[in-house]
């Protein structure tokens, strides 16, 4: 089971690079890397999805290593708005399905 | 922008009450998941469904119930709801069928409060 791991939280200021670095140690070869945000009372939202090396979209940038054992979202130039619960996770492919497990994320808070 | 669906958007309900909270999707997506969340606290699958009549438990255990008849349909059952049960419930779907890139595109979810 590929489980991941997170800081519980973030503090960072308006205009600022905001790094979220998320571990996967038993992550398997199939698995993508995916990152939701969270805004309270609402349902996730995709962000950003890889499998190695850098991807990134209008949002965020995705950097993973060669390993792929961990990941990196970085957010660019932060707002008030991105002030969310931002989860990291893989495809949990162990049994034949893929159902996809959410930790308990990072709470970014962005300060004016 | 996703199209999914559910209502209602709040509930406040005695306890001992039947209550089925509704979750449509537009995009044709096979898969569907329900998820549990208490306020701050992270999101738990408690059902999901492949595509039409396939409904399996997820890792957190709940006495609700699933049915998966259409498509586009996937409502949640509580036959006798309880204070316990007050949580927020999240709808998802998913486009990638059993591939290992898929999203989820989630519902705007429903505050249950059960008194």
């Known amino acids: 089971l590929a489980k991941t791991t997170q800081p519980i939280s973030m503090d960072s200021y308006e205009g600022q690079e905001v790094n979220i670095t998320c571990s996967h140690n038993?992550?398997?070869?199939?698995?993508?890397i995916t990152w939701y945000q969270q805004f309270p009372s609402q349902g996730p939202r995709f962000i950003i999805q890889?499998?190695?090396t850098k991807v990134t979209n209008e949002v965020a940038s995705l950097f993973i290593p060669a390993d792929r054992k961990s990941s990196t979202l970085s957010l660019p130039r932060v707002s008030l708005s991105d002030t969310a619960v931002y989860y990291c996770?893989?495809?949990?492919?162990?049994?034949?399905?893929?159902?996809?497990?959410f930790g308990t994320g990072t709470r970014l808070k962005v300060l004016a | 922008e996703a199209d999914i669906y559910q209502t209602p958007r709040y509930l406040v309900i005695g306890t001992g009450k039947k209550i089925t909270l509704e979750c449509s999707q537009t995009?044709?997506?096979?898969?569907m998941y329900w998820y549990q969340q208490d306020p701050g606290m992270e999101l738990h699958l408690i059902h999901y469904?492949?595509?039409?009549?396939?409904?399996e438990k997820g890792d957190l255990s709940s006495e609700s119930t699933v049915s998966r008849i259409r498509t586009e349909h996937f409502p949640l059952t509580l036959e006798s709801a309880r204070p316990s049960h007050t949580s927020q419930y999240l709808c998802?779907?998913?486009?990638?069928?059993?591939?290992?890139?898929?999203?989820?595109?989630f519902g705007s979810g429903t505050q249950l409060s059960v008194l």
């Open positions: 998802a779907s998913s486009d990638g069928g059993k591939g290992p890139n898929e999203k989820l595109f």
């Open positions: 038993n992550i398997a070869t199939n698995d993508y």
């Open positions: 890889g499998y190695k």
């Open positions: 996770l893989v495809g949990d492919g162990s049994s034949g399905t893929y159902k996809y497990i």
């Open positions: 995009m044709g997506h096979d898969k």
């Open positions: 469904s492949y595509g039409v009549n396939s409904t």
